[in-house]
């Protein structure tokens, strides 16, 4: 019922009619689903400089959804949106200058891009300036700054920012040294299934680096990274079988573990 009212809307000129529109075809709510009508739509609304319209136009062409795939189209629409301050369309013009696609490769505006929606709290952005903080691309390496880009992100619950953190708080690197802090990144990663994590907090109850020494726990946890096949921890639970040490001995299942890794 709503449809009438929208269309009426969109012919007064209103975007945010245009964008429901594109958005009803493109999923199919209240008319047949028709993915090049919703891109019509959409464009109608971007031309009339509707970022959140821009960004979409920008995802289709993107995909190749209702228009012929377009890296370069792609680009030029997520820049619309990205210089009004949409920080999902910063995020891809960064991701884009970052690989190339669409566009000539550059670093260095990239990072940009990423800077601009990072500061907006966008936690892909975020993650991205660590890394390329950490690594120098782009930017002049700065473990410090990687540090606090990955934390920001890892705070917001990206797991490999939490994993990030764990580490270079384990190691020093761009923070002072905390085996118990780094303890408890690598658990939140590991909690939503990062495997790298699991294995480290293995390791750290293993050998008491951050956490008190608990064989059991050290299990566990191997024994997750194994179940997702990172062949070290399939090593690691062989040989905890192989001795009982944190589970029972069982050399059947010691050999099976070693066969897996």
Request: net charge negative; aromatic share 12%.
């Amino acid at each position: 019922e709503a449809l009438p009212w929208l269309r009426k809307a969109a012919a007064l000129g209103s975007t945010d009619a245009m964008v429901y529109l594109g958005i009803a075809c493109d999923n199919g709510r209240g008319v047949p689903a028709d993915k090049a009508a919703a891109f019509g739509w959409y464009k109608k609304a971007a031309e009339l400089g509707d970022a959140f319209a821009q960004l979409l136009c920008g995802v289709m062409c993107d995909d190749g959804e209702g228009v012929p795939q377009d890296k370069a189209a792609a680009f030029g629409w997520y820049q619309k949106a990205a210089e009004q301050g949409n920080p999902d369309a910063q995020f891809r013009c960064g991701f884009m200058l970052r690989t190339g696609e669409g566009i000539g490769e550059d670093k260095a505006a990239a990072f940009a891009w990423y800077r601009k929606a990072a500061e907006q709290g966008h936690a892909s952005s975020q993650l991205r300036c660590g890394v390329m903080c950490e690594t120098g691309e782009g930017v002049p390496q700065d473990k410090a700054a990687a540090f606090e880009w990955f934390k920001k992100a890892a705070e917001q619950g990206i797991a490999s920012a939490q994993f990030r953190c764990g580490f270079m708080l384990r190691t020093g690197e761009g923070v002072a040294q905390d085996q118990t802090a780094a303890f408890g990144w690598y658990k939140k990663a590991a909690e939503q299934g990062d495997v790298a994590a699991q294995f480290r907090c293995g390791w750290a109850c293993d050998n008491g680096e951050g956490v008190p020494q608990d064989k059991a726990a050290a299990f566990g946890w191997y024994k997750k990274a194994a179940e997702q096949g990172d062949a070290a921890a399939q090593f690691n639970c062989g040989n905890m079988c192989y001795k009982g040490e944190g589970t029972v001995q069982n050399m059947a299942v010691a050999f099976g573990w070693y066969k897996k890794a």
